[in-house]
């Protein structure tokens, strides 16, 4: 277990590292240049795969189990996903656990540096548990300031160590602030990855406050959502269970994103939120 001195070490050292993520994680369109973004919803992807589907073949496709309870289609069912951004950290077990009781499944967009080579152990465990383990780059590196090289590097290194612990190769990623452009959709494409935003952002970089966190994220949710939280944070793992419990009264059902986009997938170099 790290000493208090070192998790507060940890702990600065993330929120200046994620500081500039606060002026621009609310905004879907961060872009540099005058590239425009091209976005797909889940529902866009589910339709288009229904269209080329027949009878059987459909109905079986359509289906995505959930949390190991059964299966769910979300072409009837009131989904939404629930995203973690920027772990694993010392409060991964802890949101795990939360996830695990409430039988719910997550997606977990993961840092390489000082994140996955720091805790592999909970990658591994996100990936036994039957969530969806993906990439938010090595370093966080802002990918449309960087060079090509680099951003191959950034997207490269997580997939191969996520590979590494958990025998699966990520097929998403979530660039850093949302930002992207055609040269990030073309290297994603190279690599095999799909790019994912969000619908739903509690800015919980910018508060420990659990309740007003779930404030946020219930006012924002809505069917085919996809719910932007950081477990890196102090306040944001002990608002989820409230979050859970709020939205599965209104009748949402929780998946990941790929099962939200079931019997589609995500296609490499695309955008989708």
């Given at each position: 277990?790290?000493s208090?001195?070192?998790?507060?070490?940890k702990?600065?050292?993330?929120?200046?590292?994620?500081?500039?993520?606060?002026?621009a994680?609310?905004?879907?369109?961060?872009l540099?240049?005058?590239?425009?973004?091209?976005?797909?919803?889940?529902?866009?992807?589910?339709?288009?795969?229904?269209?080329?589907a027949?009878?059987k073949?459909?109905?079986?496709?359509?289906?995505?189990?959930?949390?190991?309870?059964?299966?769910?289609?979300?072409?009837?069912?009131?989904?939404?996903?629930l995203?973690?951004?920027?772990?694993?950290?010392?409060?991964?077990?802890?949101?795990?656990?939360?996830l695990?009781?409430?039988?719910?499944?997550?997606?977990?967009?993961?840092?390489?540096?000082?994140?996955?080579?720091?805790?592999?152990?909970?990658?591994?465990?996100?990936?036994?548990?039957?969530?969806?383990?993906?990439?938010?780059?090595w370093t966080?590196?802002?990918?449309t300031?960087?060079?090509?090289?680099?951003?191959?590097?950034?997207?490269?290194?997580?997939?191969?160590?996520?590979?590494?612990?958990?025998?699966k190769?990520?097929?998403?990623?979530?660039?850093?602030?949302?930002?992207?452009?055609?040269?990030?959709?073309?290297?994603?494409r190279?690599?095999?990855?799909?790019?994912v935003?969000?619908?739903?952002?509690?800015?919980?970089?910018?508060?420990?406050d659990?309740?007003?966190?779930?404030e946020?994220?219930?006012d924002?949710?809505s069917?085919?959502?996809i719910?932007?939280?950081?477990?890196?944070?102090d306040g944001?793992?002990?608002?989820?269970?409230?979050?859970?419990?709020?939205?599965k009264?209104?009748?949402?059902?929780?998946?990941?994103?790929?099962q939200?986009m079931?019997?589609?997938?995500?296609?490499?170099?695309?955008?989708?939120?």
């Amino acid at each position: 277990m790290p000493s208090l001195t070192r998790k507060m070490t940890k702990t600065g050292t993330r929120l200046r590292v994620l500081a500039t993520f606060a002026a621009a994680a609310s905004l879907t369109l961060a872009l540099s240049g005058c590239t425009k973004l091209e976005t797909q919803s889940p529902s866009s992807v589910r339709n288009a795969a229904d269209a080329q589907a027949d009878g059987k073949a459909d109905a079986a496709g359509a289906q995505a189990r959930v949390g190991g309870i059964g299966t769910v289609d979300c072409a009837h069912a009131k989904c939404i996903a629930l995203t973690f951004d920027a772990g694993p950290s010392e409060n991964s077990a802890r949101l795990l656990d939360i996830l695990k009781e409430k039988r719910v499944p997550a997606t977990f967009f993961l840092l390489g540096k000082r994140h996955i080579d720091t805790y592999p152990e909970l990658v591994r465990r996100m990936a036994d548990e039957g969530h969806e383990v993906a990439s938010h780059t090595w370093t966080h590196k802002i990918l449309t300031d960087a060079e090509p090289d680099e951003i191959r590097d950034e997207l490269e290194r997580p997939n191969k160590e996520i590979e590494r612990l958990t025998g699966k190769r990520p097929t998403l990623m979530r660039p850093p602030q949302g930002r992207t452009d055609d040269t990030v959709h073309d290297i994603s494409r190279e690599l095999g990855l799909a790019e994912v935003l969000w619908t739903v952002t509690a800015k919980d970089y910018k508060t420990n406050d659990s309740d007003l966190i779930t404030e946020r994220v219930l006012d924002q949710s809505s069917r085919d959502g996809i719910i932007l939280l950081h477990d890196i944070y102090d306040g944001t793992v002990p608002a989820v269970p409230g979050i859970i419990d709020a939205l599965k009264k209104r009748g949402y059902v929780f998946v990941t994103v790929p099962q939200l986009m079931a019997p589609g997938k995500a296609e490499p170099g695309k955008v989708y939120r």
